[in-house]
């Protein structure tokens, strides 16, 4: 992981966007203390629609009057 200073990295964005492109991860810092991470892009894992369909899925499973803090510690029993 390399660090550059605010103003390095003004100068050379072009420069560390291509490093973060080939999988570099830089830390950006002013006057010595971290500011910033420039990372790769990563896609996420699932897309929004499979989000919403997942938590309807869970959410069908709570019958009603059952409070979801009560499931939340019925599964830290075990």
């Given at each position: 992981?390399r660090e550059v200073g605010?103003?390095?990295?003004?100068?050379?964005?072009?420069?560390?966007?291509?490093?973060?492109?080939?999988?570099?991860?830089?830390?950006?810092?002013?006057?010595?203390?971290?500011?910033?991470?420039?990372?790769?892009?990563?896609?996420?894992?699932?897309?929004?629609d499979a989000i919403a369909?997942?938590?309807g899925r869970l959410r069908?499973?709570?019958?009603?009057?059952?409070?979801?803090?009560?499931?939340?510690?019925?599964?830290?029993?075990?």
């Amino acid at each position: 992981m390399r660090e550059v200073g605010a103003y390095e990295a003004k100068t050379h964005l072009a420069a560390l966007l291509d490093a973060a492109e080939k999988g570099e991860t830089i830390i950006v810092t002013r006057r010595g203390k971290p500011i910033a991470k420039i990372t790769p892009y990563r896609a996420p894992s699932m897309t929004i629609d499979a989000i919403a369909q997942e938590f309807g899925r869970l959410r069908s499973a709570v019958k009603p009057g059952e409070r979801l803090r009560d499931l939340i510690e019925e599964g830290r029993r075990f």
